[in-house]
Every structure is written in structure tokens, then in C-alpha cells.
């Protein structure tokens, strides 16, 4: 099966290597491109280039279907519930498998706990909101905690041991080492198919602390385009839920519109996915507003942050 660059037939390391330094490192990349710019960028015959754009095509399934394929591969979507009834009612049922959900907020709006308890009820059977599966759980900022694992898996009646040894974390150190476990996560999805969730907390705080300044932007929106579009690949590909969350900060120089701004620019709206934006309320009190889903209506609802976890 077609997963990546270097399963296309005929791309040994050397064309894998060209292909790279002239951008077409993703399947889509080559998908769309033409077979003359494919065929000079890499230094292939223009037939290999036809043979490997039809190829990745098809791996991505790109073709007319109709609206009834559309609607039964819908259908295989599957949701993991966030412990709060009006939050899974704000996201069309629970957190999305095939899809990237994006959670943006400011500091200590409870992104994190989000991500921990979903690591905890992808655990849960299908009959209480979960997938019986199992969590990847990427932490950029160390702010992974056992303890609220165990507190969210006792308040549900698991074993908090048994939660924990299913929730596998690491703690990624710069953007390059995210990137890089990113790229490495393919081959321990395809081993263990029990995987139901990746999580990435946070997606951007390591691109935002190393490509600082206007200079460094557009390489900065570029790295992070590629490595989001990774995740998204693996969502579709393996039926899972990637969630990501990012930090935005305070924009008091604005006037119009919201005064907060994602931290990834304008770069996450191009990628597919549900934003999610989650606001301070009174106490422990959150709210969740749907930002951009393409079949979801706008909305806000109102979620509790408690010892024992998520809840209405
Ligand atoms: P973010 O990741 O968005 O910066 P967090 O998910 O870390 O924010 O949320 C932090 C908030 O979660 C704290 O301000 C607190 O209100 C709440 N919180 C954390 N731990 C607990 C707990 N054990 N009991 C109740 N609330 C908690
Ligand atoms: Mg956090």
C-alpha cells in the first residue's frame, strides 16, 4: 500500500532525494503536479512521472465519486466524546476520527485537559463514547501529567493503570524533533491499528519560539503546512483522531474582529480540519465556540473544567 513518497514505484533514494529539494515531498504534492514539472524537477523520464502522479492519485483515492461514496465513507467517521455532553453536541457528537481537530485558546483555557481526557475516553468501549483504543500523546510544552490521567480514569471507573500504560507520551524537544516523530509515527500506527488518537500539545509552540521574527515566517508557515498536512494523512488513512491544540495570544492593537489571533497565522485555516476556540468563563467554567467546520453550524456552548475532568 502507497502511503508516502518513497512507495512509489521506481522512487529509489536518489529521485526520492530530488523530489524533495524541489518541494514534491507529500503524495498530494505529486498528485498535482504536472508530469513536465514533475519529469525536470526530479531528472525522471516524463512516463515514470505520469506513472507515479497516477499512482498517487489513486493512493489518495483523488477521482469523481459520487455524492453516495461520499455519504458511506461519512458514514465510517467515528467520535470519541470529551466527557462534556455539550461540547460532544458543539463538535457533532465527540472528537472526529479522520479528522484533525484544532483547539485555540489562550493560556490555561484547558486545551491541555482536553487533550488528556480524550486520551482517556478513546479508552472507553464504543457503548460509552470511546474506541477501545489506544493514545499518542505528543508533548511539546511538558505539561503531560500522569496524575490527571489517573483522577479522569478513576472518576470513569477504569483502572488507572491499565489507562496509563495505554497512553503513550513523549516529549518532543524542537521543531525538527516533532517533525521528525511526526514522520516516524506512520510506522508505529501501521504496527498497532489499536491506535485511535494522536494528540499534539502544542502543534505550534516550537515553530512560534525557533522561526520568531517577519524573516523567518514564510519557512515557518511552510514547515508547519507540511507537518500538519502528515497529520492529517494519518487520520485519513488510518481512521484516527488527531487533535492539536494552539496557543494565541492577546491582541489588544485590534479593534475589529476577534481580538485573539492563532499563533500558526493564517497556516492552519489552509489545512482541513475543525477549529475549535475555547475562551475563559467565570470559575471553571470554559467556553467552546465552533470556529470553521465544513458541516457543522457556528455555535458556543459552556463546559466545566473539574478535579475529575471534563464535564457539562
Ligand atoms: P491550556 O492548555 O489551554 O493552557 P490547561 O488545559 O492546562 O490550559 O488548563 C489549565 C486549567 O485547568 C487550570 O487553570 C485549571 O483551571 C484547570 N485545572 C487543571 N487541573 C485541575 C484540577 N486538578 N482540578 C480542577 N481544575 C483543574
Ligand atoms: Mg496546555
Do not use: W
Request: charged share 25%; with cysteine.
Amino acid at each position: 500500500r502507497i502511503k508516502s513518497v518513497r512507495d512509489l514505484s521506481g522512487v529509489g533514494q536518489a529521485v526520492l532525494n530530488k523530489l524533495t529539494e524541489a518541494g514534491y515531498s507529500t503524495l498530494e504534492s505529486i498528485a498535482v503536479a504536472s508530469p513536465q514539472d514533475l519529469s525536470t524537477a526530479a531528472g525522471i523520464p516524463l512516463t515514470t512521472a505520469q506513472r507515479i502522479i497516477k499512482e498517487a492519485r489513486d493512493a489518495l483515492d483523488i477521482r469523481f465519486k459520487t455524492a453516495l461514496e461520499i455519504e458511506q465513507e461519512r458514514a465510517s467517521v467515528k467520535k470519541i466524546t470529551t466527557g462534556s455532553q455539550a461540547l460532544d453536541g458543539l463538535l457533532g457528537g465527540g472528537i472526529e476520527t479522520r479528522t484533525m481537530t484544532e483547539l485555540f485558546g489562550e493560556f490555561g483555557s484547558g486545551k491541555t485537559q482536553i487533550c488528556h481526557q480524550v486520551s482517556v475516553n478513546v479508552q472507553l468501549p464504543p457503548e460509552k463514547g470511546g474506541l477501545s483504543g489506544k493514545a499518542l500523546y505528543i508533548d511539546t510544552e511538558g505539561t503531560f501529567r500522569t496524575e490527571r490521567i489517573k483522577a479522569m480514569a478513576s472518576a470513569l471507573g477504569l483502572e488507572p493503570k491499565d489507562v496509563l500504560q495505554n497512553i503513550m507520551s513523549i516529549r518532543a524537544i524542537n521543531t525538527d524533533h516533532q517533525i521528525a516523530i511526526v514522520e516516524e509515527l506512520q510506522d508505529i500506527i501501521a504496527k498497532d491499528n489499536t491506535i485511535k488518537l494522536v494528540v499534539v500539545d502544542s502543534i505550534t509552540s516550537h515553530f512560534r519560539a525557533e522561526y520568531s521574527g517577519r524573516e523567518n515566517l514564510a519557512v515557518r508557515q511552510q514547515k508547519l503546512n507540511r507537518h500538519l498536512h502528515q497529520l492529517v494523512r494519518l487520520a485519513e488513512i488510518y481512521d484516527l483522531a488527531v487533535i492539536v491544540t494552539n496557543q494565541v495570544m492577546a491582541r489588544p492593537d485590534m479593534f475589529y474582529g476577534d481580538p485573539t489571533v492563532a499563533v500558526g497565522g493564517h497556516t492552519l485555516y489552509h489545512v482541513p480540519g475543525i477549529r475549535v476556540q475555547i475562551k475563559k468563563s467565570r470559575g471553571n467554567r470554559r467556553i467552546a465556540r465552533m470556529v470553521d467546520a465544513p458541516h457543522l453550524p457556528e455555535g458556543e456552548v459552556v463546559f466545566s473544567i473539574t478535579n475529575t475532568g471534563i464535564r457539562d
